[in-house]
């Protein structure tokens, strides 16, 4: 029976995360037009995402990193957990993990499992839901996904 309530607790978390970052996403589509701009680059030393049009940067976001997926060996890696990412970037994972070993979701302790893009989907949400983050951001590459959330995020004023 724990078992049970346990996986529906996970479930109504999960759901109530998503639903929590489709709000924040369309507010940052809205607000920053995030889905018109040229180009994104983020920068792991400063925590920086930035959106640009014509080689001028339009808008700025603070970032960390979530996690990543890879289509190689089909897993989710939390960024805590992985050695390339700069400890400024993913500080603020440590909550989601102290979240995670509060409530017994295996899924936000276990550093790498077996997942695909929605379970990276599905995490970024829980951290945005924990750490009340402005959005999340995804970036591609040949061999998977990597998850940022967007703790802070203005206009560039030239």
Not at 12 to 41: G, I, N
Not at 65 to 94: E, H, I, Q, R, Y
Request: charged share 25%; glycine share 6%; proline share 1%.
């Amino acid at each position: 029976m724990t078992d049970v309530i346990a996986k529906e607790e996970w479930c109504t978390t999960v759901s109530d995360a998503c639903h929590f970052l489709t709000e924040r996403q369309d507010e940052l589509m809205r607000d920053y037009k995030l889905k018109e701009h040229q180009r994104f680059e983020w920068d792991q030393a400063t925590g920086v995402l930035t959106f640009s049009n014509n080689g001028v940067p339009a808008v700025r976001a603070k970032i960390q990193f979530v996690g990543s997926v890879s289509t190689l060996s089909n897993t989710w890696l939390w960024s805590w957990a992985n050695p390339s990412v700069g400890a400024s970037v993913k500080d603020k994972m440590t909550w989601v993990k102290v979240y995670g070993e509060e409530r017994n979701f295996a899924a936000l302790t276990e550093d790498q499992w077996v997942g695909d893009e929605i379970d990276g989907w599905e995490m970024t949400c829980v951290a945005a839901l924990v750490l009340n983050a402005k959005g999340a951001y995804r970036t591609e590459s040949e061999a998977g996904y990597t998850y940022l959330l967007i703790t802070d995020i203005q206009w560039v004023l030239n």
